[in-house]
């Protein structure tokens, strides 16, 4: 196996501008997977699901792709449901009910086939159990994602489990949180001070993202989008692309800066459609070519440039 998902299933109601309301598929296993599938890697997730409708249509849509089901649990009680809605800068967006069900007490449990791994994913999730999961599972690459909820409520078990991560993935809010500082430089290198042995990707939504290692800070550029249609899954999308590139790249820290471009791309398709629609449409021709697009932008002359015209982002 190359890569281990541990993260939430869910369904979503969104409620997106102009009044479009619609309920699909959501949770961080499943965007990151079929993110990470789009580049040929072997992909199995553990998360678990209620023994609802919604839990069917989930694994129907999921069977749809090569990704490994075996650590996906059926239990008894309702799938995990989220409703939100977004305002017309969605940078914002707002709860509007949260029901954990059978998610609220998972414990994820690490199939055999799934112990050694390359890469380690640990989406969401309580860092009390990013640490026993780390602990159980030989893999290769451990990478972590958190949350402002973990950051407020368990900083102190947090701190611990970054000791034994090779690379986090945050948000600049949650970078800030983290880092204690509204400056996010500031805030990253005292990240950073907790990550023995890590890197750390900061993502800054319609901004782009920032690569901080021990020597090097690398800045890629978001993919220029006119009409954003949905961020729901963007991040996780992001991170499945990254490390679906990066295992293809052979885990090379000096490879990171590169898989940033491929995760880049591949969220740009997420948010272009309602859940993860239009992230299951693309094919990895689709996201090389915006790829391409994307190295192309970053120019010291703009004559230069082949793709300063928008309609040549395509």
């Known amino acids: 196996m190359d890569l281990v998902i541990v993260g939430s299933v869910a369904t979503d109601k969104l409620h997106l501008p102009l009044g479009v309301v619609c ?24 998360g678990a699901v209620g023994d ?17 089901q075996t650590g ?20 914002q967006r707002e709860t509007l009910s949260l029901s954990l069900g059978v998610f609220a007490d998972f414990v994820p449990k690490i199939p055999d086939q799934y112990r050694s791994a390359k890469v380690l994913f640990l989406a969401n999730i309580s860092p009390r159990l990013q640490m026993e ?10 990478v972590l994602d ?13 701190i611990l489990a970054l000791e034994a991560v090779d690379l986090l993935i945050v ?8 880092g204690e500082s509204s400056n996010l430089i500031r805030a990253s290198n005292r990240i950073m001070e907790y990550l023995n042995r890590g890197n750390l990707i900061v993502k800054k939504g319609e901004h782009g993202s920032i ?18 249609v949905d961020p729901t899954g963007a991040g996780d999308s992001f991170a ?6 990066w295992l293809n790249l052979g885990l090379r820290e000096e490879c990171l800066g590169e898989a940033m471009f491929y995760a880049t791309a591949t969220a740009s398709f997420c948010v272009e459609g309602i859940g993860p629609t239009k992230l299951a449409e693309c094919g990895l021709e689709d996201i090389k070519k915006r790829t391409d697009v994307l190295s192309s932008l970053i120019c010291r002359r703009w004559e230069s440039n082949p793709h300063v015209q928008k309609d040549t982002w395509s």
């Open 23 to 46: 309920e699909t598929i959501g949770g961080s296993c499943i965007y990151a997977a079929i993110a990470s599938v789009k580049f040929g890697v072997s992909v199995g997730i553990v």
């Open 52 to 68: 609802d409708e919604r839990a069917t249509k989930i694994l129907s849509f999921l069977s749809k792709f090569p990704i490994d």
């Open 72 to 91: 996906v649990e059926r239990l008894n009680g309702q799938t995990f449901f989220w409703e939100g809605r977004y305002f017309e800068d969605m940078n």
């Open 133 to 142: 999961l780390i602990r159980g599972v030989d893999a290769d690459v451990v």
């Open 146 to 158: 958190t949350m402002d909820h973990w950051i407020y409520s368990d900083k102190e078990s947090l």
């Open 171 to 178: 948000n600049d809010q949650e970078a800030r949180l983290l």
């Open 211 to 228: 690569l901080f290692t021990s020597e090097k800070m690398c800045f890629v550029p978001a993919y220029p989008l006119e009409d954003p």
């Open 240 to 245: 499945g692309a990254l490390l679906g590139a």
